[in-house]
């Protein structure tokens, strides 16, 4: 079974810094892409922040410059370095990885880490 474990949120002041780890674990060949996605109270969920194996970044326009999304493609682990935060940024965090292969050849699939709250306030 494969897992994704988010870690780093947290409460902290707006122009505060939180830096989120994600880490898959379990039986895995290869992940396409990892992403940080955010879902606020009654608001869809939305993309904050993708990196390809490649090293490829994509971010949501609303965090560009201040976010630095990166990856660890030994660990499978992907981080996010969220600062100058603003009370918007406050969400729950989800960690995605898209197109997981379990094995050489095998289909692919995408996993979701259970969420990570971040909450901006002073």
């Given at each position: ?86 009370p918007e940024d406050t969400a729950v965090y989800y960690c995605n990885a898209d197109r997981l292969r379990r094995v050489a050849g095998g289909r ?15």
């Amino acid at each position: 079974q494969v897992q994704l474990v988010e870690s780093g949120g947290g409460l902290v002041q707006p122009g505060g810094s939180l830096r989120l780890s994600c880490a898959a674990s379990g039986r895995i060949f290869s992940i396409y892409a990892m992403a940080w996605y955010r879902q606020a109270p009654g608001k869809q969920r939305d993309l904050v922040a993708a990196i390809t194996t490649g090293g490829t970044t994509n971010y949501a326009d609303s965090v560009k410059g201040r976010f630095t999304i990166s990856r660890d493609n030994a660990k499978n682990t992907v981080y996010l370095q969220m600062n100058s935060l603003k009370p918007e940024d406050t969400a729950v965090y989800y960690c995605n990885a898209d197109r997981l292969r379990r094995v050489a050849g095998g289909r692919t699939s995408d996993y979701w880490g259970q969420g990570t709250q971040v909450t901006v306030s002073s």
